[in-house]
């Protein structure tokens, strides 16, 4: 079966200063993505600042052209043009809901125009439309007629969520997107965000920092490091037997008021290395208690176990902790 999203050696680089001698030089934000996502799945992009996710986000959005590879939605080559049909099938909801929303119009303003520039129902059903919309997420009908202002933060994500519904997508693309909340809001958007998964057979993009949001949500977890994807495995197998050393030291990072088994190996320990310094081998190296001198003479292939697999010379050592 063919997969719904398809990105296919993807490469997107920045043109940044020199703070040394004023030029310019590129930054690889992105360097050589392959991956799949499937009708309906939930993907968790997950790894330090600055490892390439919102950016991955972004072109799967077409907000950002990358320089080399293909983006594929159903069967279709996206990367340099979308049409605004192709435009609407996806959808982004952002970190910061007061930044993301106009703060001078009320939300019935804000979800009537996106319905009517796509003709999505006829003028007769839109106040309909509009009220299916806020009760899908959740919130009373007078939040039609409030501005974001008035909402709490929690309030005014799923305002956020409900506009990129308003368009009928068949991808949601989540950055960040309870990061910004307080505990008790971030589970009532999770547990929005499976309901309307499950409800409405969206494919999920869910990126974030925070691991056992991702754990709770997420059926796959992709692992990104300076640009390359590292690991990719089902959550559970990724959670309990991670093969990939950086994975390992993310989740021995999280602090876990009632411990269960933790993973072997140490916590992350250092910062990664500039992504302007473009180092051949394996990114991770100089952070990684196994390396080993191959380590720095190539980028390491693909070890693939299954639905499993992990960018490391000596994942099958790892496999056998």
Same mark, same amino acid.
């Given at each position: 079966?063919?997969?719904?999203l ?9 043109p940044?200063?020199? @703070? ?19 009708? /309906? ?9 600055? &490892? ?5 986000? $972004? ?5 950002v052209?990358?320089?080399?590879g ?7 080559d996206? !990367? ?19 930044s ?33 919309l806020? %009760? ?13 202002? =008035?909402?709490?933060?929690g309030?005014?994500?799923?305002v /956020?969520?409900?506009?990129?519904? @308003?368009?009928?997508? =068949?991808?949601?693309?989540?950055? #960040? ?13 999770? $547990?929005?965000l499976?309901?309307?998964r499950? #409800? ?9 920092? %925070?691991?056992?949001?991702?754990? /709770? ?11 390359r ?16 050393p950086? !994975?390992?030291?993310?989740? $021995? ?15 992350? =320990?250092? =910062? ?9 081998? &394996? ?17 390491p ?8 697999? !992990? /960018? &490391? ?9």
């Open positions: 079966m063919t997969a719904l398809q990105l296919r050696d993807l490469r997107v680089e920045f940044v200063r020199d @703070a040394v001698d004023g030029g310019s030089v590129l930054l690889r934000a992105v360097d050589g993505v392959d991956l799949d996502i499937g009708k /309906a799945d939930c993907v968790g992009l997950v790894g330090e600042s600055g &490892c390439g996710k919102s950016t991955l986000a $972004n072109v799967l959005m077409g907000l052209e990358p320089v080399a293909q983006v594929l939605f159903d069967g279709a996206v !990367t340099k043009h979308r049409d605004p049909g192709e435009r609407r099938r996806i959808q982004m909801v952002f970190q910061d809901p007061a993301s929303l106009n703060p001078r119009r009320r939300v019935r303003s804000v979800l009537a125009e996106l319905i009517q520039h796509h003709d999505l129902v006829p003028a007769a059903g839109l106040e309909s439309a509009l009220r299916g806020i %009760d899908m997420v959740g919130l009373p009908y007078r939040v039609l007629d409030a501005r974001p202002r =008035e909402l709490s933060g309030q005014r994500q799923r /956020a969520i409900a506009r990129a519904l @308003a368009v009928q997508p =068949e991808v949601l693309v989540a950055d #960040e997107a309870v990061s910004a909340l307080d505990v008790s809001a971030q589970a009532k958007v999770i $547990n929005l499976a309901d309307l499950r #409800e409405l057979g969206l494919t999920l993009v869910f990126i974030s920092h %925070d691991l056992g949001v991702v754990r /709770a949500l997420c059926d796959r977890v992709v692992v990104m490091y300076l640009g994807i590292v690991e990719d495995a089902p959550a559970e197998e990724l959670f309990e037997a991670p093969q990939h950086y !994975t390992t030291a993310l989740l $021995n990072a999280v602090p876990d008021l009632a411990p269960r088994r933790r993973v072997e190996g140490p916590a992350l =320990e250092g =910062e990664p290395v500039s992504a302007l310094s473009q180092i051949g081998g &394996c990114r991770f190296r100089s952070r990684c208690p196994r390396a080993i001198a191959e380590c720095a003479e190539q980028d292939p693909y070890v693939v176990s299954g639905p499993h697999r !992990t /960018a &490391c010379l000596r994942v099958a050592e790892a496999a056998h902790r």
